[in-house]
């Protein structure tokens, strides 16, 4: 049986990261007190990878770092796979 709260978390936790980039975009648009890149890895890794690229490419927000352009994506990859996994053990 799937956990309910696996998927609440990971549903949670992603868009969180969309939120997230949504309002370090429109704080870095009026020059504002920004949210620290540590803070916006922090969420890709604790499972909020899918969320955080999605919210770069909606809002075209880091796209032009190297480090956000090709690691998120790849952490979301690593998210998804383990997302699988852990459904599959629990299924």
Do not use: Q
Not at 19 to 33: C, L, N
């Amino acid at each position: 049986m799937i956990s309910p709260i696996i998927v609440i978390y990971t549903a949670i936790i992603n868009l969180w990261g969309i939120f997230v980039m949504r309002i370090d975009k429109r704080r870095a648009e009026k020059k504002e007190w920004r949210i620290s890149e540590k803070s916006l890895w922090l969420i890709a890794v604790i499972g909020g990878a899918v969320g955080t690229t999605i919210g770069m490419w909606i809002f075209r927000h880091k796209t032009k770092h190297l480090a956000f352009k090709f690691g998120f994506p790849l952490l979301a990859v690593v998210d998804c796979f383990l997302f699988y996994l852990v459904l599959d053990r629990l299924s």
